[in-house]
């Protein structure tokens, strides 16, 4: 159970977030580029991250006020949606 002196406003959340990708080159990019983002992280947040050929699997775990679970899975998606254009203009400058 969630360990809070405001266990009022603290749930215990999971979220999982699977994602797949065109490639699994492009999968394995964009997973990367999220990776460093991941440490250190706030008490009561756990982040797993698996990439299984072009699929992401994200399982976000934690013990916090949904609003701050809201703002994780947020931010995870802006970082991926930014990796992904940016792997995009990247390819279309290659060839």
Do not use: Q, W
């Not at 406003?9 to 979220?15: R, T």
């Not at 976000?60 to 990796?83: A, F, G, P």
Request: glycine share 4%; net charge negative; proline share 3%.
């Amino acid at each position: 159970m969630c360990d809070s002196g405001r266990e009022d406003l603290v749930v215990e959340a999971k979220a999982f977030l699977e994602l797949v990708f065109s490639s699994s080159e492009e999968a394995r990019i964009i997973s990367g580029s999220i990776n460093p983002d991941n440490f250190p992280l706030p008490h009561g947040l756990l982040i797993s991250l698996k990439v299984e050929d072009n699929v992401v699997k994200i399982l976000v775990e934690s013990c916090r006020t949904l609003l701050s679970l809201l703002y994780t899975l947020d931010d995870i998606i802006s970082m991926m949606i930014l990796s992904l254009k940016t792997v995009k203009i990247v390819d279309e400058k290659r060839f």
